[in-house]
């Protein structure tokens, strides 16, 4: 005969995510009530599934709902009558933890678990839906009844602390609907969510009938995804972390996890909006709102709400002067009133209806407060019909860890943090919209850049700028990367960097609009996109670009920020010799081949990721290789790498060994992205004074630098700078090299450079 976790095993590999919460619960049922009865006569209880015993077994929290998945806690209450239950406990727990089953359990009188879920918001939460499994009925039913009794008779307080609790969640846990990872149980829009509007109801508060059919269909899809993450991970875990999310969305029979992401979105969105009415609902029932007219025609405020008295069919506009209302005084538009526009609303005219521009950049100049608005006429289908090419970016996943959001949630972070900068530009309404247009194009086919210039002119002609005003946002679209790119990845001591960047940029206003809408866009995107050091290398690039666009002409590169005082010094004594300076390691020796590789090689070596490097070869034979690294979670034994790395400029170091046994043993993070990345290599004689520049796309792992630098050194070529990034799983590194003939290599040695880059990539 098979074991209960023999069979509970079995039923968590083989039943259909949608039907496994009830059956696993059903299956824990009857193994407890089978233990129980058991257990009960060996304590000397006779007639234990009978009223007046004393003794009951309930189950509580998810268990209690009849929603165990395969990682969930198993929630049980042993309640009793005052009176003495031996070692029924014990009897009852043990075995359950032989089974290697994560237990929650407790043992109470009836009038002590009363007492406790009085002043206990959590326990009077776990017994909102307490379920009797074995023993006294009669006693799980009065502790039912007083249970319930308790939220009707304290529904105020009850209510004020499930809200507490609910804005303290949100703020830990984020937003299912536009966080990359969400967490499926306790973020904004999840599981939980839907259990306090559960709750919220023993205490008077429910949603409408159509509502609730709506969090019906909204909590399924997320509670199918839990089943089906704790079935592929085998961890209670109810974060959907990036490397999961294929493997769960096969499993759940999406057509690709992008799909599956969209509807987990869509779930959040709609649990997170209905968590937001019930509550709203509950602020207003509890205070006293204020009321009156507005000074817009056709609105007005009522019980803290914003209604739309006039009709939106007729007045296209009113909805953005709703939204602004309701963005700048944040109170909400009522529930009667989207509906209204649900229902109402056309789709805006081309052009624009005189007005509507000025509102609408007044929406998106009032930043964070703006999102919410936005947000809810987006869940209504109301934004579309002010900006239909808004659909296809509606809860579209970014498969980057750069991103922490949807795209659409991402754009509209991207406006909020524009407009902390107004003061900053001339021309604020080209910078918050240039904010909202930048990735608009990621919801359509082709190169996202490419795509958003396609729709930038065209929405903005039809909203009411002057064509060279459409101009400029189909500019800040086409070089919204630009920025970023040049200043991580290209040399700024070339003069000829500068000078692309100011061709494209053409003048100094349109640099300001770039440069603060990059800022924008970047610390929208996530703390891995700015950081101290990406900011201090665009604010270095645009200074120079403005220098030089102002008349300033370098000639060659300075190498400025390598060639300190100190480096001078050091080159002129002839002697090796390693410096380190914060997060820079600088390297100082008599110039031979490879020197450049063997450093990098011992950065990789000792679990050091490289941020940039620069490197110069100075005409006295002497060279410098600098190293700024990503600062490590831990602090870094910079007395062991300088150690190694003497090592290494002598000869005594097998990297190469090393390197691969420290790649077997430790592995990088899976990638977001759902194909590996694919290894390139393009040669750029145009771009750069005095060199050629060599970049290298790759799939990232431990080494990669080492091994590019080391063939670099093999074909002949002098490495003058480097600048490192990673994206994701892919690494983009540049490097000015300088080959045997001069800055210029041939067409013939480049193919000879491809070819044993890919060998040694491979």
């Given amino acids: 005969m098979t074991s209960f ?48 015993t004393g003794v009951a077994l309930v189950a509580v929290g998810g268990y209690g709902r009849g929603e165990l998945c395969p990682g969930s806690d198993i929630d049980l209450l042993l309640l009793h009558d ?59 039913a009065r502790l039912s009844e007083g249970v319930r009794a308790d939220w009707r008779d304290n529904a105020s307080g009850r209510l004020d602390e499930l809200q507490r609790a609910v804005s303290r969640r949100h703020s830990q846990s984020g937003e299912v609907a536009f966080l990359l990872e969400p967490d499926l149980k306790t973020g904004r829009g999840g599981l939980r969510d839907a259990h306090a509007i559960r709750w919220a109801k023993l205490a008077g508060v429910e949603l409408p009938a159509a509502d609730n059919e709506r969090l019906a269909e909204a909590y399924q899809t997320l509670l199918r995804a ?49 968590s937001d009415q019930l509550w709203s609902s509950v602020a207003r029932q509890q205070s006293e709102l204020a009321a009156g007219d507005v000074d817009i025609s056709g609105l007005s405020i009522r019980d ?38 649900a229902q109402r609303q056309p789709q805006f005219p081309d052009p624009w209806p005189q007005g509507a521009r000025a509102l609408f950049v007044e929406l998106l ?24 090419e808004w659909a296809p970016n509606r809860n579209r996943p970014q498969r980057s860890r750069y991103h922490r959001f949807t795209v659409d949630r991402h754009l509209l972070e991207a406006v909020a943090e524009a407009a902390r900068f107004t003061h900053r530009v001339a021309r604020p309404d080209l910078l918050v919209m240039g904010a909202l247009l930048h990735d608009i194009g990621k919801g359509y086919p082709g190169d996202h850049t490419q795509a958003g210039m396609r729709l930038a002119g065209p929405i903005a002609r039809r909203c009411g700028w002057s064509s060279d005003d459409a101009d400029t946002l189909v500019r800040l679209t086409q070089h919204h990367l630009l920025l970023t790119d040049v200043a991580t990845r290209r040399d700024l001591d070339d003069p000829l960097t500068v000078a692309t960047v100011a061709r494209a940029t053409q003048t100094p206003e349109f640099l300001e609009l770039l440069a603060v809408m990059t800022e ?25 670009t403005s220098e030089h666009m102002s008349g300033a002409d370098p000639s060659q590169p300075s190498h400025r920020r390598l060639l300190t005082t100190e480096v001078v010094e050091l080159m002129a004594a002839g002697e090796t010799a390693l410096r380190v300076d914060d997060d820079m390691l600088t390297v100082v020796a008599p110039d031979e081949r490879g ?30 290789s600098s190293f700024r690294i990503v600062p490590p979670d831990t602090p870094v034994d910079w007395d062991r790498v300088i150690f190694d790395v003497r090592r290494s400029l002598r000869g005594h170091l097998a990297l190469e060994a ?52 080391r063939v670099l050194a093999e074909m002949g070529l002098d490495i003058r700078s480097a600048k490192i990034q990673t994206l994701a799983n892919e690494v983009v590194d540049s490097f000015y090299v300088v080959g045997p003939d001069g800055p210029v290599i041939d067409e013939a040695h480049q193919r000879e450079v491809e070819l044993a880059l890919r060998h040694a990539l491979t």
């Fill in 658 to 709: 090393r390197i691969a046994e420290r790649a077997r043993v430790y592995r990088r993070r899976r990638a977001l992205s759902a194909t590996r990345a694919a290894t390139s290599v393009t040669f750029d004689a145009e771009s750069a004074t005095g060199a050629t520049i060599v970049e290298i796309r790759t799939e990232d792992h431990i080494g990669v630098l080492y091994k590019v630098t």
């Fill in 595 to 624: 020197l450049f590789s063997r450093a990098a090689g011992v950065l990789a070596l000792r679990g050091l990721d490289v941020l940039q490097a620069d490197a110069y070869s100075s005409p006295a034979g002497m060279a410098v």
């Fill in 226 to 274: 839990r089943v089906e993450l704790h079935r592929t991970t085998g961890l209670r875990s109810d974060v959907l972390s990036a490397d999961d999310q294929d493997a769960v969305a096969e499993r759940s029979g999406a057509v690709d996890a992008d799909a599956f992401m969209a509807e987990i979105a869509q779930a959040g969105r709609i649990i997170s909006f209905l």
């Fill in 5 to 52: 976790g023999e069979r509970r095993a079995a039923l968590a590999r083989t039943a259909d995510a949608a039907d496994l919460p009830a059956a696993l619960s059903a299956l824990t049922d009857a193994w407890l009530a089978e233990r129980f009865a058991a257990e009960a006569v060996e304590c000397g209880f006779d007639s234990v599934n009978e009223a007046g």
């Fill in 520 to 544: 924008a866009d970047c610390l929208a995107t996530g703390p891995m996109a700015w950081g101290e050091w990406t900011s201090s290398l665009v604010s270095s690039l645009v200074e120079m």
């Fill in 365 to 388: 100049s009032c930043g964070r407060k703006a999102i919410d608005v936005i947000e809810t006429l987006d869940y209504f289908d109301v934004w579309t019909r002010v900006l239909p």
């Fill in 304 to 341: 803290g709400e914003l209604v739309i008295d006039g009709d939106p069919s007729t007045d296209v506009v009113l909805v953005l002067h709703a939204a602004v209302q309701s963005a700048r005084s944040e109170v909400p538009i009522s529930r009667a009133s989207l509906d209204k526009l």
């Fill in 82 to 140: 005052d009176i003495d239950t031996g070692n029924l406990a014990d009897r009852l727990w043990y075995p359950i933890w032989d089974e290697k089953l994560k237990l929650g359990h407790a043992v109470r009188s009836l009038a002590g678990t009363l007492e406790l879920a009085a002043s206990d918001t959590d326990t009077a939460t776990a017994l909102a839906d307490a379920r009797h499994l074995a023993g006294d009925p009669t006693l799980t």
